[in-house]
């Protein structure tokens, strides 16, 4: 188990293990949450990420002549 240390400007650094075994990027967003008494980082999953995860959904999308 790995341990930080919060700056003078609340700032963590996340070890470079962990960086690299959840493939995180400088500027990635995330999601924070309070669970009881423990801070949770919950990386945002991109859009290009989620793409084939439902097959089969169809995508179409039907627009009015005058939208187009």
Do not use: H, Y
């Not at 309070?34 to 995508?59: C, H, Q, Y």
């Amino acid at each position: 188990m790995a341990t930080v240390a919060l700056s003078p400007k609340f700032q963590v650094v996340i070890p470079k293990d962990i960086r690299r075994s959840l493939n995180l990027v400088s500027g990635q967003r995330m999601e924070v949450q309070l669970n009881g008494d423990k801070v949770e980082f919950i990386p945002e999953k991109t859009v290009a990420s989620l793409r084939g995860r439902w097959p089969g959904m169809d995508t179409c999308v039907v627009r009015d002549a005058d939208r187009v």
